[in-house]
């Protein structure tokens, strides 16, 4: 029998419309794609990829489901889920040298829809320790001397790779909004709350948010329609988007503002689409300062305990944001959290004010850092993670080496399905 070819990257659709046979030989040369490259990319969390389960549930949705008309919306599509959320069959380490005895439980909700829907584990993705600044051994496939961004390494260059069209991240300054820009893939964050954080492993309660990587924006519509139990939105005719214009937009690099400045006017230039390039953040170094305070203050106590007990197994730039948390206490919580939904309302109502659709901004200061001391400064995602605010994340050009360059837009909190709808203006101002 001829090997089954497959795409570099993958779409849901491929495996929605295939039978039983078609998929057994799609999974097979998945298993050869993922022995031949990933003692390069190392994609997967140590123990994370196991084909034998792999196999174990496509026989079991096979049997499940022999009716192709009665199929699930995510029939036999596989997904990567990230070592922060709990995963029966698989160990969760957060990326750390910790015990995993310390982080088992009930399989997270968000794991258990997706595979309600059909969808099978593919593997747990590797992360950076416990979501911050410690990077996983992940390389970038677009360019293996290049990081491929973090927290949620493995996810979004699983996607990117080809190991799978789908994959689950957390977001808590810009897990997931930058791995996706570096790595030239979708990449959404839905609004604070919309989807569950039950069986995660959190970073900061009040910021965590989980998101997901997909190789398309329509792929990414159809999964939060099954997420979310709602049908996709209708595609509107025109959109406008605000460009923030203060000392935010400084905090990319130079090359980045110019290459965003002319993906702006591509944009303008595209029918039924407007630009307004206005002040938005009055206060950006203290949303910046505050929204660094609540996370680090939150990581310390949910590390309390785990901390006395396995100090040393900590990595350095984990322990000192702990150990920078111990040091601000429950006051710099409530400031935070007050802080967060205090920008929520203003950004809304800006929006509101001017009948605008989105926020656009460049979804990283630049594109991925060579090397793998750090994923990036997640900087350019810190308002709208603090907000809540939904974020659709989409390659925009590329640098002069090659590498991908993203934009993101954020929309109206709660308005998740409306947003994923704006890429249709997006992708036509992008560049090759």
Known sequence: ????????????????????????????ELFLRVTARDNELFIFAECGFRPKLVLDELDEILNRWPDPACRPPLFGVPVGIKDVFRTNGYAVRCGSLLPAVLFSGDEAPLVTQLREAGAIVMGITASTEFTHAEPAATRNPCNRRYTPGGSSSGSAAGVRAGYFPL??????MGSVVRPAAFCGVTGFKPSQGLLPGEGIIHFSPSLDQPGFFCANPDDA???????????PRARKANATFIVPDDNYMLEAEPA?????????????????????????FAD??????????????????MHHSWFKRFGPLYRPKTRAFIEFGQTLGQSAIEKGR????????????????????A?????????????????????MNVPWTHAGLPVLALPMTKARNGLPLGVQIAGRYGSDAATLTLARFLAPACSP
Not at 167 to 172: H, R
Not at 267 to 274: C, D, E, M, R, Y
Not at 284 to 300: D, I, M
Not at 341 to 355: H, P, V
Request: glycine share 6%.
């Open 338 to 357: 007050t802080s967060c939904a205090a920008l929520r309302q203003s950004l809304d109502n800006l929006l509101d004010s001017m009948k605008a659709d």
């Open 167 to 172: 994959a689950l991240g957390t977001q808590t």
């Open 256 to 280: 980045m503002r110019r290459a965003f400045a002319e993906y702006c006017t591509r944009l303008a230039g595209n029918p039924g689409v407007q630009v307004k390039s206005m002040p938005v």
């Open 221 to 231: 519509a159809l999964v939060l329609s099954v997420l979310c139990d709602a049908p």
């Open 1 to 28: 029998m001829p090997r089954f070819s497959l795409p570099a990257q993958l779409g849901i659709d491929l495996f929605r419309q295939a039978d039983g046979e078609t998929l057994l030989r799609i999974y097979k």
């Open 284 to 301: 950006w170094p203290g949303v910046y300062e505050r929204h660094q305070q609540l996370a680090a203050a939150e990581l310390a106590q």
């Open 359 to 379: 926020f656009l901004a460049p979804a990283a200061t630049g594109h991925a850092p060579q090397g793998l001391a750090s994923t990036g400064n997640p900087v």
